[in-house]
């Protein structure tokens, strides 16, 4: 590449009499982050194109980047110290590689425009010219750790001094020129010891386990295997693309091995010790299977990148969900939108491919109000705000609607925050009679690379978050995803797909093409063999100088590998080209049964498929469980005043009950046409409809059919410092609730498990509680089980990231400190639902109308939210009896389906109390119970009964006229506790007192005040 | 009597092309799906149409501001054979992303029938960020707008980060004397003009604006979404609704209140 020092750069601003609103974004930000009161924030659009042009072709550029109503702009510098007012000027731009999406339209689009173009880089930046009395330091701090990150951005900051109203920001070009020739490191096979590569894993990050090294060295020993390779005219030791290829086949994210492992845990009350060999095969595979078969099957199950259900009579819907956690705490918006954009290609890269019709979201971080010591990379709040916006891009550029997530805050996930994310596709079930839940590559089919090129990219994501974070984790990992490229992408694979073009598909995420292609090497094919050749001089790169093993790795998004018959190659490339995607040819399938990459003609990799079919040893764990009573742990010494309403308005305000209607706003959930049930539901206020939050979604992914799907999540890692079983068995109790609270029935309910556990391999001192950690898994795991079973939830897919612990540094001392994150599991249920105009919604509909309850409250505040405010754990988590809830659950979708409920709500976190406040505001509507109505175990205090978290309870408004037909259905498992009013919650306590008297708006203020803020900004 | 062809474009990031093909077709319209790609190569084919629709979505990722880039390589690329389309009589729906692009082509609102010269935009909320709510829309019975026909309010969806409506004094005073401002946000209840408050109009637009046409009221261009209200459970209070008529004795109409539009569309070919 030839580098001159010519460049044009057109920089664009809104005129005055439009506004600044992102300037004004950055006023508000500034002040909440760091207390700053800017004067006045101005910003600046910046493309800086690497070599210059005619004067004809930038009167194009101006006319087809500047809206003329709206913009100025110049090719000269338009910040001018006559004309602004200002103290500062940060220029902020994208790091030398890095994914920078504006620069890659703008190009894009050049191209179209000029020829002369031909040749070109474009970069996009901005600048950011700002008035306020702060010092140069203090906008050092807006730049670094505001507007910029240093592991994907750069920034210069000038004052008004130093500004140069002719020069302004100079030439802004981050090219990457690696200047050198590709590399292939050979290993001599004298030195392949055990130690060495321990020493070669550690320094290359391969995160190898230790268990596994011998393996791998024997492999390469064996005299077979030396032959072949004599044979072959490749190197007797491993070359680096061959370690890294198997590093990436065994690493923990693709291969579960700490699930597959061995865990023997003793019982330190009872001393019983139970060996738990293989949890993934005992807890998840073996019941599903049976599960599945017992309702007469599913069509895919276990192995392809999502798992595949029925949906109607005439489709199939896929669902899978993962975590991106490692890099999310890097980069918190290049983590959150390389996620959302990333689990997209799974269902796409399901069966012969699924078109995406829904996605979700869960973000779990320490609580963004609070200041900790000890710090992380990144405080709560910019991660929030990072990850908010991460998949507020990757979802809604990906014409996707984001309708469902949970946004959980808690102490624990100071050292390693969560960002979960699901998809969820359709497809019909057969096309001109081939099943698309199956794929099978012939032996000649080549293999193609469809979407972006490869780059330095994302090297190393997958082992990186296979460990825990400490300050060497590797900053490469980290990208920025991009939707608009990855949507083209699917609309021709969905085209190509519908045109029978497509044999097999998977998506390049974790790992990249060694990844896609070893998986695919080692598939089956159609008569029995396997094998792949790739010729990794064809994989397109986006600059030159890039080692083997590095396009090998590479986790450049927005790729997929498809196998593709040759005599259609010609129509799948003509569709390609069609939708502006750029796909490449690059190696066949065969009958080799190994994986073979080659080199300007000479192979660079050989190895057999039958190298990860080894028994590698299984890991091992130890656990140690103690009960919580063992522990110490006991209930603290609390007294409610007679008067609960102040309790209940806190309760509502608190951030894990409060509104969040402010991030669902941002998240298109109408785009496809199929939104029945969104995340928000009620008359609303202020004459914006809906404000409370839906238990469940409901979505019609088929346009005409009134075949819907209901959509869940649950997740309630406070239990965990209890017992990680019971905590198990009530998210999942609390997600079948939610379901059946819209109208679904039991028939066919569907699970994704998504664990998110901190180390459990036991170290004396990185780990001294991973005993306890490892018996909690486990715990989780049977209890799953058996939860699974009494509901009938066969798990359609699942995922696991077991390293949620970091280092974290108190800044005034240097001290670090190691922060374990509470075992997590996020639970999905998902069902078909027949008709979608029979569904229910949880906002009270109308006064007069009677208020029913299920389930018995108990004494079971700990781990609650209750607690939590009261700053205590306490002892009595609530413990769930599936069986007997199901009994209940039946007669409730046999009520709800005979059209006797109104209305439906789940009880859940923060009680009875806060579920009937929500209830009762999406109507804005007042209520009148009496707890003396409520069904206990025992004679309880009235906040108990209000704030408990007892599983298994729900409430149901039934008009008066089906009063006789529900209870009929009910029979003694509902009890009338009250009816809706026009506006007052009035509850009276046992004792026959008022308990509570306060109007319904006053409630909902509290619950909605605490974000009120981050969605009602006002304008300029 | 002919039945109306309708051309629904898609591709390079457009999104709402399914459920918008599908809403025409409810109305009555044979529709095509295109990739732009296909228009851009045959230009002509948009002879056989009456109806074109610019649909949402993020064309182009909105890198350089919502609709810039698609306004710019359609008029480049097919534009002659659009401004002959517009002659010919042909009807022209933009919606949310089809409404920026539009408005940036500058064949809506085409004041004195100039439809090459932008005078208006939609540019970036008040609300600083992208929101997707319902906003209840006042229909102006003397607008010339052909697709809105016999309609008086509607409520939509709209979702976008670009949707304030922005122009200079004189040109607001045009579309208003003319009755070009199509739609305009209004509160859900007393049915009384938003006059810019927080979110009754969503965006900040001026005079409340969410829909314009051009004087031959063919060219309309809208921020809301009437494709994502095609069936009725696609109100954000489908079931509260359902109830208060079920509570009077009367059944939910299945169909949604956005097919009007497209209806509309589908007749005036009649």
Redo the contacts between chains.
């Keep these: 590449m030839q580098i001159t020092d010519e460049f044009l750069r057109l920089e664009k601003t ?1 005129i005055p ?3 600044d ?2 300037g ?2 950055l006023m ?1 930000r500034a002040k909440t982050y760091f207390g700053y009161e800017l004067d006045d924030v101005k910003t600046y ?1 910046v ?1 800086t194109v690497d070599k210059t042009m005619s004067e004809m072709a930038m009167g194009l550029i101006q ?9 100025i702009s110049s090719f000269e510098p338009l910040l001018k110290k006559a004309e602004t007012e200002f103290d500062y000027v940060i220029h902020a731009h994208w790091g030398a590689g890095v994914r920078d ?2 620069g890659a ?2 190009l ?2 050049l191209l ?2 000029t020829p002369e173009a031909q040749g070109a880089s474009v970069f ?1 930046s901005k600048i950011y010219a700002i008035k306020g009395g702060v010092s140069k330091e203090d906008v050092e701090k807006l730049a670094a750790e505001m507007l910029t990150n240093d592991i994907v951005e750069g920034f210069e900051v000038y004052t008004r001094e130093e500004w140069d109203d002719n020069v302004g920001i100079g030439r802004n070009t981050p090219f990457v020129t690696l200047n050198k020739e590709p590399q292939l490191d050979v290993i001599p096979l004298e030195d392949l010891t055990d130690e060495f590569l321990q020493k070669y894993s550690d320094e290359r990050n391969l995160a190898l386990h230790p268990q596994d090294i011998p393996i791998i060295r024997a492999y390469f020993h064996r005299d077979d295997v030396r032959a072949e390779r004599r044979e072959l005219s490749l190197s007797e030791g491993p070359t680096d693309i061959e370690l890294e290829q198997i590093a990436q086949g065994r690493s923990d994210h693709c291969e579960h091995n700490t699930f597959k492992g061995i865990f023997t845990v003793i019982d330190k009350d009872t001393g019983e010790i139970v060996i738990h060999d293989n949890l993934f095969k005992k807890y998840i595979e073996l019941p599903t299977i049976e599960l599945a078969e017992a309702r007469g099957g599913v069509p895919s199950l276990l192995w392809d990148n999502a798992g595949v259900d029925f949906f109607g009579p005439d489709h199939l819907y896929a669902i899978t969900g993962e975590t991106h956690n490692s890099p999310s705490n890097m980069e918190a918006y290049g983590g959150a939108i390389t996620g959302i954009v990333g689990i997209y290609r799974d269902p796409m890269g399901t069966g012969l491919g699924f078109d995406m019709f829904m996605g979700a979201f869960g973000f779990c971080t320490a609580d963004p109000e609070k200041i900790y010591q000890y710090q992380a990379k990144l405080n709560a709040r910019r991660l929030l705000d990072g990850v908010i916006d991460g998949v ?1 891009d990757g979802g ?5 609607p984001t309708p469902f997530g949970n946004i959980l805050f808690n102490d624990g996930y100071q050292g390693k925050a969560l960002v979960f994310v699901t998809a969820l596709g359709i497809s019909e079930r057969e096309i001109d009679g081939v099943p698309q839940e199956l794929k099978t590559i012939h032996p000649g089919d080549y293999a193609i690379m469809c979407g972006g090129r490869v780059g330095k990219d994302g090297i190393h994501g997958v082992t990186a978050a296979s460990e825990e974070r400490t300050e060497g984790t590797p900053k490469g990992h980290v990208q920025i995803g991009d ?2 490229t990855q ?2 992408m699917q ?1 021709f694979l969905i085209e190509a797909k519908k045109e029978g073009l497509i044999r097999f598909i998977t998506d390049n995420g974790g790992g990249g093409l060694s990844s896609s292609c070893g998986e695919t090497a080692r598939q089956i094919n159609s008569n029995g063999t396997s094998g792949l050749e790739v010729d990794i001089d064809k994989v397109p790169t986006k600059y030159d100088g890039l080692d083997h093993w590095e396009k090998w790795v590479s986790e450049s998004q927005e790729r997929m590998t498809v196998a593709v018959e040759p005599s259609k190659f010609d129509r799948f490339m003509e569709l390609s080209k ?3 995607v750029e796909s490449t040819m690059i190696g066949n399938y065969n009958e080799n049964g190994a994986m073979k990459i080659t080199s300007g003609g000479k192979p660079i990799a050989y190895i057999r498929g039958e190298l990860f079919k080894e028994a590698f040893p299984q890991w091992k764990f130890e656990g140690e469980w103690s009960s919580p009573e063992m522990r110490g742990l006991t209930e603290p010494v609390l007294k409610a005043p007679e008067d609960l309403g102040a309790l209940l308005h806190k309760m509502l305000g608190r951030p894990n009950i409060c509104s969040k209607e402010y991030i ?13 049930i ?1 995340p928000l ?4 206020e ?5 404000d409370m939050p839906s238990d469940a979604v409901v979505f ?1 992914p088929v ?2 059919k009134k075949t819907g799907l209901v959509f869940t999540q649950a997740l309630i890692p406070q239990y965990y410092g209890i017992d990680a079983g019971h905590m198990t068995a009530a998210t999942i109790d609390e997600a079948v609730r939610n379901v059946i609270a819209v109208g679904a029935d039991l028939k066919q309910l569907g699970g994704v498990d998504n664990f998110c556990w901190p180390s459990v391999q036991y170290h004396p001192e990185n780990n001294p509680d991973g005993k306890f950690k490892a018996a909690q898994l486990t715990r989780t795991c049977e209890t799953m089980k058996g939860a699974c079973e009494a509901y009938g939830i066969p798990l359609l897919s699942g995922k696991d990231s077991m390293y949620v612990d970091g280092m974290n540094t108190d800044p005034e001392t240097g001290l670090q400190k190691r922060i374990s994150a509470p075992g997590t599991l996020q639970f999905t249920v998902s069902t078909p639902i027949e008709d ?2 029979k ?3 949880s ?1 009270a ?2 006064a007069g109308n009677l208020i029913y309850m299920i389930g018995t409250t108990k004494d079971e505040r700990g781990g609650s939210e209750y607690f939590e405010m009261a700053e205590s754990i306490g002892l009595n988590v609530p413990k769930t009896d599936y069986v007997a809830n199901m009994k209940v659950y039946r007669k409730v979708v046999e009520a709800t389906q005979g059209g006797y409920v ?2 439906s709500k789940n009880i859940k976190r923060g009680g009875l109390g806060v579920h009937l406040a929500i209830m009762a505001g999406g ?1 804005n509507l007042g209520v009148d119970i009496d707890l003396s109505d409520v069904r206990t175990d025992k004679e309880h205090a009235n906040d108990v009964i209000m704030f408990s978290e007892s599983t298994g309870r729900m409430l149901f408004e039934v008009a008066p006229h089906h009063k006789a037909q529900f209870e009929r259905i009910m029979g003694d498992s509902a009890y009338h506790i009250g009816n809706f009013t026009q506006q007052d919650y009035q509850v009276t306590g046992v004792n026959g007192k008022l308990a509570v008297d306060e109007g319904i708006m006053g409630l909902k203020r509290s619950f909605k005040k605490p974000n009120e803020d981050k969605c ?5 | 009597m002919v039945t109306a062809r309708t051309l629904v474009v ?7 092309d ?2 918008t093909a ?2 025409v077709e409810q109305a009555g319209s044979k529709v095509d799906l295109k ?1 732009l ?2 228009l851009f190569a045959n230009p002509k084919m948009l002879r056989e149409y009456q109806n074109l629709i610019n649909g ?3 064309s ?6 919502a609709g ?2 698609y306004a ?2 359609f008029i ?1 690329k097919a534009g002659d054979e659009l401004y002959k389309f517009i002659e010919d009589g042909g009807l022209v729906a933009n919606i949310c992303n089809g409404c920026q692009s539009a ?2 082509m500058g064949i809506v609102p085409a004041l004195g029938g100039d439809y090459k010269t ?4 939609f ?12 906003v ?1 829309l006042e229909v102006d019975p003397e607008s010339p707008c052909v697709f809105t026909k016999g309609m008086d309010y509607i409520p939509l ?1 709209v ?1 976008h980060a670009e949707g304030k409506f ?3 004094q004189d040109t607001l005073k045009e579309i208003q004397d003319k009755h070009l401002a199509v739609m305009r946000y209004v ?3 007393t049915k009384e003009r938003a006059n810019g408050e ?3 109009n969503p965006n ?1 637009s001026l005079d409340d604006i969410a829909g314009i046409c051009d004087e031959t009221g063919r060219i309309f261009g809208l921020m809301p ?1 009437p ?2 209200f ?5 109100h ?5 609704i ?2 208060q008529l079920e ?1 009077v004795g009367m059944e ?1 109409p ?1 169909e949604g209140m956005g097919l009007k539009i497209f209806k509309n569309m589908v007749e005036y070919h009649k």
């Design positions: 809104t009499e439009v506004g609103p992102l004004q974004q508000d659009s493309i006319d087809n980047f500047v809206n003329p109503v709206t913009e999406n504006p339209t703008a894009e689009d179209d425009m996009s507020k809604n550029k990906s014409g996707i939707p608009y949507k083209k609309d069609k939708h502006a669902h706003r941002l998240y298109d959930h109408e785009v496809q046409g199929g939104k029945v969104g539901v009620g008359t609303g202020n004459g914006v409809p809906n019609q346009l005409g979608v105009s569904v229910v919604t906002d509909k109308e109104k209305t109507g009602y900004v006002r304008g300029p | 898609t591709g390079f990031g457009l999104n709402c399914k459920e599908y809403a990739h790609n296909e949402g979505g993020f182009w990722g909105d890198d350089h501001g810039q880039i710019g390589r480049r408005t940036t932008p005078s208006v935009s540019t970036a909320n008040d609300c600083r960020n992208f929101r997707d709510q319902w209840m969806p979702r922005y122009t200079d509160h859900w209840n927080q979110f009754i900040g979404h494709e994502a095609h069936s009725a459970v696609n954000p209070n489908y079931t509260r359902k109830d509570n939910m299945t």
